[in-house]
């Protein structure tokens, strides 16, 4: 769960664009609109979910590991948040 006011903020307003995306797409679906359309929405749709989920993750991930990676004896040059960041990088690109 994002912890930090700011976080709280930027993960309320992704879930209230995907409730719109999700609105759209009822409303598309009840108006008969054709498949190509409907599954370009449902890709925008599950982008916007992975992009939610690629957020919290990574709170998560900054709260439990970059905290506790602090207390660990590290080599001086050792980053946990630049670690913590290849790592986020590399889910964002699986979650597209």
């Known amino acids: ?6 976080e709280k903020r930027r993960a309320v307003a992704r879930l209230r664009r995907i409730r719109g ?3 759209a797409l009822e409303r598309a679906v009840d108006a008969g609109t ?3 359309t409907l599954l370009q929405q449902i890709a925008a749709l599950r982008g916007a979910t992975n992009g939610l989920m690629a957020e919290v993750l990574e709170s998560h991930l ?3 590991f970059g905290e506790a ?3 660990i004896a ?3 040059d050792a980053d946990p948040d630049a670690e913590i960041d290849t790592v986020m990088k590399i889910l964002r690109t699986y979650l597209k």
């Open 1 to 6: 769960m994002p912890y930090s006011p700011e």
């Open 21 to 23: 995306q999700a609105e």
């Open 34 to 36: 054709d498949c190509g």
């Open 62 to 64: 900054r709260e439990t």
């Open 69 to 71: 990676a602090k207390a």
């Open 74 to 76: 590290r080599p001086p």
